[in-house]
C-alpha cells in the first residue's frame, strides 16, 4: 500500500471503500483531515507549528462503520492508533484512569511500532549472528593448547600443529553450518544461558498508580541489580529464536527509536474516543458522584493541546488527531460542553445500513463475513458455496431483526451467520463431506422460526 504521502483524498476514500460499505461523507471528511497532515508537514517556518488538526464527530448507530473507518485511517497513513472508550475515564479525584493516559497509551503503541520497524531492518543481521553463536553451542572449543601435539618441541611444530587443528575446526564448522541451514539438525538439544527475570514475583500486582505517572517498575529497579542468566536445554529450533531475539535487541537503538515514536505519536498519532455521548451530562446537580461534566472537562486540554509526562519523555498533544463517535440516542453533540464542541469543527452523520447494504457488505469488502467463513471451512477440506440467493435471505433477516429490537447494524450478520452455520462448524470434520451449498431455502429453514419467534430472536439473534 502507497504511504500516505501519496495518497490524495480520493484515492484514500477508494482504499477506504475497499472494507466499508457506504459512509460516504465520513470518509470525506477523514480523508481531508488525513491528507491536511501530510499538506502541514511540507508548510515551512513557524505557520506549520499554528495548523491545528480539524477533530472530526461521528454520529450514527453501533455498527455502522465509525470505529472500522478510523481503523482503516491509521493503517492508511502508518499512524499511531489507539481506540478508548470515554466512560472508562474518571473526574480528576476519582479512582479510575485518568485521561492523559490515553496520550501514555498511545506512545506505548507507537514505540512498539516504531521497535518492530527497526527490528526487521536488523533482523538479517540478528539472524547471521545468533547462527554464530548456534554453532559455538553445537561445537564448543575450551581454547586450551590440549588438542594440540604434546611432543612438538619446537615454536613452529607447535604453530603448525596448532594451524592443522584451527583448519580441522573451520572445515567441520562448516558442515555444521551447512547441516544447520538445510534444517537437519533443528530437533538437536543445546544448552544455553537465557537471561532470568528478577520481577516475574511483582507482575502479581497491579501497578495502576504508577503506571499512571508512566513509570515502570521493572525498568525503575532493573539496573539497580545485576543481570542473571540461567542455563536452559532447547531444541535447535528454540535456541535460534531465544538467539535471535537477543541479538535484535542489542542491535536496535532504543533511542532512536523512541525519537522516532515520540515524532510520530505528536504528528501522526490518531485518538478514537468512542462513547462521547455517554459523558454528556444528565443535569442531575452536583454530589459525590462522578459527574459527567467533569470528565469532559478533563479530556478538553488534552484535546486542545498540553504536555503529557510519560516514561518516554515529554508528548505534546497540539497536533494529534481525534476523532471522537457516538450515537447520541438520548442527546446531541450540542449538548456537550461548548469548550469541547469548539474542539471538534468537523460533525458527520453515519447513516444506518439498509438490507442492500449488508448484501453489499457480506460479499464486497476483501474481509468479507462470506469470505471469512469459506476459508475457515478450506481448514477442514470443505468447499462452502453461498447462493445469491441465501445472501439476500440473511442480509434480509438481519435488517428484519435491526428494525425489530437493538439496531446493532452490521453486528448483527455475526450473530445470524453464527447461528445458520452453528451445526456444520460443529460437526465437521466430517467424513465424505467436500462440498456444501447454502441457498435461500436452507437460511429460512434454519433462521425462520427463530425470527418470528420474538423471545427467541431476542436471545438468539
Wanted: proline share 4%; hydrophobic share 40%.
Amino acid at each position: 500500500m502507497k504511504p500516505d504521502t501519496e495518497l490524495t483524498p480520493k484515492q484514500i476514500v477508494k482504499e477506504l471503500d475497499k472494507y466499508i460499505i457506504g459512509q460516504g461523507r465520513a470518509k470525506r471528511c477523514v480523508a481531508i483531515a488525513l491528507r491536511n497532515r501530510w499538506r502541514r508537514q511540507q508548510v515551512q517556518g513557524e505557520l506549520r507549528e499554528e495548523i491545528m488538526p480539524n477533530n472530526i464527530i461521528m454520529i450514527g448507530p453501533t455498527g455502522v462503520g465509525k470505529t472500522e473507518i478510523a481503523r482503516r485511517l491509521a493503517g492508511l497513513a502508518n499512524a499511531p492508533f489507539l481506540k478508548v472508550e470515554a466512560t472508562k475515564f474518571t473526574e480528576v479525584g476519582y479512582v479510575g484512569r485518568d485521561v492523559e493516559s490515553m496520550v501514555r497509551d498511545l506512545a506505548d503503541i507507537a514505540v512498539s511500532k516504531v521497535k518492530a520497524e527497526a527490528a526487521e531492518t536488523v533482523r538479517p543481521a540478528a539472524e547471521a549472528a545468533a547462527e554464530e553463536r548456534l554453532l559455538d553451542l553445537l561445537l564448543p572449543f575450551d581454547g586450551s593448547a590440549a588438542e594440540a601435539p604434546t611432543l612438538a618441541n619446537d615454536v613452529a611444530s607447535v604453530a603448525h600443529a596448532r594451524s592443522e587443528l584451527q583448519q580441522r575446526r573451520e572445515r567441520s564448522r562448516e558442515k555444521f553450518r551447512q547441516r544447520l541451514q538445510s534444517g537437519e539438525m533443528e530437533d538437536r538439544l543445546v544448552e544455553l544461558d537465557v537471561m532470568e527475570d528478577h520481577f516475574s514475583m511483582m507482575q502479581i500486582f497491579s501497578p495502576v498508580g504508577i503506571e499512571e505517572m508512566g513509570l515502570n517498575i521493572q525498568e525503575l529497579f532493573g539496573g539497580m541489580m545485576p543481570k542473571k542468566r540461567k542455563k536452559r536445554k532447547a531444541t535447535v529450533t528454540e535456541a535460534r529464536q531465544v538467539l535471535t531475539q537477543e541479538e535484535v535487541s542489542k542491535l536496535v537503538d532504543m533511542d532512536k527509536v523512541v525519537t522516532e515514536a515520540i515524532n510520530r505519536t505528536e504528528n501522526l498519532g490518531i485518538i478514537f474516543i468512542d462513547e462521547i455521548d455517554k459523558v454528556v451530562g444528565d443535569g442531575g446537580g452536583s454530589g459525590p458522584d462522578v459527574s459527567r461534566e467533569g470528565v469532559q472537562r478533563d479530556i478538553l486540554p488534552v484535546v486542545e493541546g498540553t504536555s503529557v509526562i510519560t516514561k518516554y519523555g515529554i508528548i505534546k498533544t497540539d497536533h494529534i488527531l481525534f476523532i471522537a463517535a457516538g450515537a447520541f440516542h438520548a442527546s446531541k453533540p450540542s449538548d456537550l460542553i461548548p469548550e469541547l464542541q469548539g474542539r471538534f469543527p468537523i460533525r458527520v452523520e453515519l447513516d444506518s445500513l439498509t438490507g442492500k447494504d449488508f448484501v453489499r457488505i457480506l460479499t464486497e469488502p476483501r474481509n468479507a463475513l462470506v469470505k471469512q467463513y469459506i476459508e475457515l471451512l478450506k481448514a477442514e477440506g470443505v468447499d462452502l458455496c453461498f447462493t445469491a440467493g441465501a445472501v439476500k435471505e440473511i442480509a434480509a433477516i438481519a435488517d428484519r431483526v435491526n428494525r425489530k429490537m437493538e439496531n446493532i447494524g452490521a453486528r448483527r450478520l455475526h450473530t445470524i451467520m453464527n447461528t445458520l452455520l452453528e451445526d456444520l462448524l460443529f460437526d465437521l470434520p466430517k467424513s465424505g463431506l467436500v462440498k456444501v451449498t447454502i441457498d435461500q431455502t436452507e437460511v429460512k429453514k434454519k433462521l425462520e422460526k427463530i425470527v418470528e419467534d420474538e423471545d427467541l430472536s431476542r436471545y438468539i439473534l
